[in-house]
């Protein structure tokens, strides 16, 4: 009989510290988990758009390049920052964007993925493409996107070619070819008198011919006899 109390007594004695046992691995897992979810909050910052108060991650411009995707500029803040790429959410769709370094400035980042429509709002979350983690996030509203133009470079025009010194450059002589003249006759025109017309005061001084010179001899007529 008294083994079988003692036999009880063990296995509550047991059970507890089972129970016991269990609660604080559950605390201490949760206490974990908080602990890292707190460390990840604290590394993503929020990111803005850049001003003269920005001190971390921030966006300069939104742009689109000529094949119609978008391209975010960012700039980083100061120190080493770790290479990163973008999930943009906008109208429930998220879209990758990849990022490069800016080959003329070394604080400029461009990330180019799908374009957001002018006038909508876009949520841009920042993870390290080494071990993915959020290390940035923010929302901001595309007011404008600054279009890329191409700039035409001037065309490079053949240097001329130099002849060296002392070099003689022979010229073919112009061959001079005669070409026959044919002489044409230059035919006569007849040319016609045109009479003078007379001036008024010629006219009067013309007498009138006489009715005897108008007169013409009459062959019926006879003769006077003598």
């Known amino acids: ?11 509550v004695l047991g059970f507890a510290f ?6 604080v691995l559950t605390v201490a897992g949760k206490t ?9 909050s604290v590394s ?5 758009l ?4 920005a001190s971390g991650l921030c966006v300069v411009n939104f742009g689109a390049n000529s094949l119609n995707r978008m391209v975010i500029y960012f700039r980083l803040p100061e120190g080493e920052y770790p290479p990163f790429y973008v999930k943009a959410r906008n109208r429930d769709t998220v879209s990758i ?8 400035d070394v604080t400029l980042v461009r990330c180019t993925g799908i374009r957001t429509p002018l006038g909508e709002t876009v949520d841009l979350e920042i993870y390290t493409t080494d071990d993915d983690k959020l290390i940035a996030r923010g929302t901001f509203l ?22 060296p010194t002392g070099e003689t450059i022979e010229t073919a002589e112009p061959v001079v070819v005669d070409t026959p003249t044919i002489e044409m006759p230059t035919p006569e025109l007849a040319t016609e008198e045109i009479p003078t017309p007379l001036s008024p005061a010629d006219e009067l001084a013309t007498p ?6 108008n007169a013409t001899p009459d062959s019926n007529s006879t003769p006077p006899s003598p």
């Open 1 to 11: 009989m008294k083994k079988k109390q003692v036999l009880i007594i063990l296995g």
């Open 18 to 23: 089972v129970a016991l046992w269990l609660v």
């Open 32 to 40: 974990l988990l908080q602990s890292f979810s707190g460390a990840e």
């Open 44 to 48: 993503a910052v929020e990111a803005t």
């Open 50 to 53: 850049c001003d003269e108060d």
């Open 97 to 104: 964007y990849t990022c490069e370094a800016d080959e003329t």
């Open 142 to 163: 595309v007011s404008a996107i600054a279009i890329s133009t191409p700039v035409s470079q001037p065309s490079e025009l053949p240097a001329a070619e130099e002849i």
């Open 208 to 213: 009138p011919p006489s009715e005897t010179d």
